[in-house]
């Protein structure tokens, strides 16, 4: 059994900064993909930014240049730092990881955080 355990959503004024985490805990032997999605009230969610394996990583154009995502392999930990914030970047922000539990058993299966809130207003 594999946990996502989100932390650093809350109340940021228009211009400001937050740093997401999301720490994974459980039965992992590699984790392949991350990524931070977002869901707006009354919108679909969305993928906000994701990071490879590597170090390649996609944004969504809405927050290309003002959010960065970054991992740490040792801690299994996944970050978002949101800068130069806006109104319309108020979503619940969800982590997303693709992972292997076994290094005989090449199936990557997923798992999602539980959302932890931004709100961007004055």
């Known amino acids: 059994q594999v946990q996502l355990v989100e932390s650093g959503g809350g109340l940021v004024q228009p211009g400001g900064s937050l740093r997401l985490s999301c720490a994974a805990s459980?039965?992992?032997?590699?984790?392949?993909?991350m990524a931070w999605y977002r869901q707006a009230p009354g919108k679909e969610r969305e993928m906000a930014a994701a990071?490879?394996?590597?170090?390649?990583?996609d944004y969504a154009d809405s927050v290309r240049g003002r959010f960065t995502i970054s991992r740490d392999n040792v801690k299994n930990t996944v970050y978002l730092q949101m800068n130069s914030l806006k109104p319309e970047d108020t979503a619940v922000y969800y982590c997303?990881?693709?992972?292997?539990?076994?290094?005989?058993?090449?199936?990557?299966?997923?798992?999602w955080g539980q959302g932890t809130l931004v709100t961007v207003s004055s």
């Open positions: 990071i490879g394996s590597g170090v390649s990583t």
């Open positions: 997303h990881i693709l992972y292997r539990e076994r290094p005989d058993v090449y199936r990557y299966l997923e798992v």
């Open positions: 459980g039965s992992i032997f590699s984790i392949n993909h």
